[in-house]
């Protein structure tokens, strides 16, 4: 089974820029999360979606959103970037059978460089 | 609220030995998970071991376990046979009942041919 994939890998933008990123999750998995990684930070959550839905979300601004397909495949998105948006995004995908213990898998991230 | 504390920010272990690392976390739910997951210099992270709150037995994976203490609410991570690929970024976790996970800051494992 192929695992959660994510696109592009590597991103470079400037300030006031937007970006969208986009994440397919394993098959079947209905469930997708979001999170930020920074050095400063360390990684945090951004939002989770289900069947199309956001069903949670973390502190982050407005200025970053996402949305979910009917196959499942997930894209967020940060408008007027900011330098402090540099970070690696990690997308993860889980069942979502139960709440409160699905396991989350990764994808490999996408590292997004704001100049 | 959820809070995972890793308090050792870098281990360095003998290939072939085991490594314990550590890991506590607070929370007033009673029902949660806990994770580990390894990031190598890739950035990807990789699930090795869960244990849920409410398990008696403490989890293992192949060379991974993790020995769960409740009343203390520790959860740390034992690898045994060390192995040079095992040079990673660890991190634990946390999940309650919202689907999203909370990270501790991470413990850099260094293992010494």
């Known amino acids: 089974k192929a695992g959660v994939t994510q696109t592009p890998r590597y991103l470079i933008k400037t300030r006031g820029q937007q970006v969208t990123l986009s994440c397919s999750p394993i098959s079947g998995h209905r469930s997708v999360s979001w999170y930020q990684q920074t050095p400063g930070q360390g990684l945090q959550f951004l939002f989770e979606?289900?069947?199309?839905?956001?069903?949670n979300k973390g502190n982050f601004p407005g200025r970053f959103s996402g949305r979910q397909f009917s196959n499942s495949r997930s894209e967020m998105n940060v408008s007027t970037l900011e330098l402090g948006d540099s970070a690696l995004y990690l997308c993860a995908s889980s069942l979502a059978a139960a709440l409160g213990t699905d396991t989350q898998y990764f994808g490999p991230g996408t590292r997004l460089t704001v100049l | 609220a959820q809070k995972i504390t890793q308090t050792q920010p870098g281990m360095f272990v003998q290939e072939k030995e085991a490594v314990t690392l550590d890991c506590t976390y607070d929370t007033s739910d009673q029902s949660y998970g806990l994770f580990w997951y390894k990031q190598p210099s890739s950035g990807e992270m990789i699930f090795l071991i869960y244990?849920?709150?409410?398990?008696?037995q403490n989890a293992t994976e192949g060379r991974y376990s993790l020995n769960f203490q409740k009343a203390r609410k520790s959860a740390n991570l034992v690898i045994s046979a060390s192995q040079l690929g095992d040079s990673a970024m660890y991190f634990c976790a946390m999940i309650t009942g919202a689907n999203n996970l909370f990270f501790g800051t991470g413990t850099r494992l260094t293992v010494i041919p």
């Open positions: 979606y289900f069947s199309e839905t956001q069903r």
């Open positions: 244990q849920g709150s409410y398990d008696e």
